[in-house]
């Protein structure tokens, strides 16, 4: 199944001169835990509640500096092209819960492990993807 009939298009984005504060307020208006980030039409980054927590809310930063200074920057990317079992493998692998999908650079949808596992043909690969993504790592010694 190729990737289109899964992803949601139409995401909305912030740019990377949006306020820190702004990106958590969209981000809780439409119930997400990422935000893409975009430059006119091109992907820049993504910026997730962790990202916000970890390296703005935690580091004591101003909640009116740019996301760009938190964001996750050159983040994993699909393109249209390829299949949901290969986008699922992909977020296997790396060990994401969402992939943005672009062509040619631009950003035209993205797709969750939430997409993948509505989708009967997916179960077992979303199922797979969320269990290796979910295995937590271990503490540094």
Wanted: net charge negative; charged share 30%; glycine share 6%.
């Amino acid at each position: 199944m190729n990737i289109e009939k899964v992803m949601t298009r139409d995401v909305e984005y912030c740019t990377p001169d949006t306020p820190i504060h702004e990106v958590a307020a969209k981000m809780k208006e439409l119930d997400v835990g990422v935000m893409p980030i975009c430059e006119g039409d091109k992907l820049a980054g993504l910026a997730t509640d962790r990202d916000i927590v970890i390296k703005a809310v935690a580091e004591n930063a101003s909640m009116d500096s740019p996301i760009s200074e938190v964001m996750t920057t050159d983040p994993v990317r699909g393109t249209i092209h390829m299949s949901a079992e290969e986008a699922a493998d992909l977020m296997a692998d790396v060990q994401i819960r969402r992939l943005p999908i672009v062509e040619d650079g631009k950003m035209i949808g993205i797709v969750s492990l939430g997409d993948l596992a509505v989708t009967n043909q997916l179960d077992d690969e979303a199922g797979n993807a969320l269990e290796e993504i979910s295995t937590p790592s271990a503490p540094e010694k």
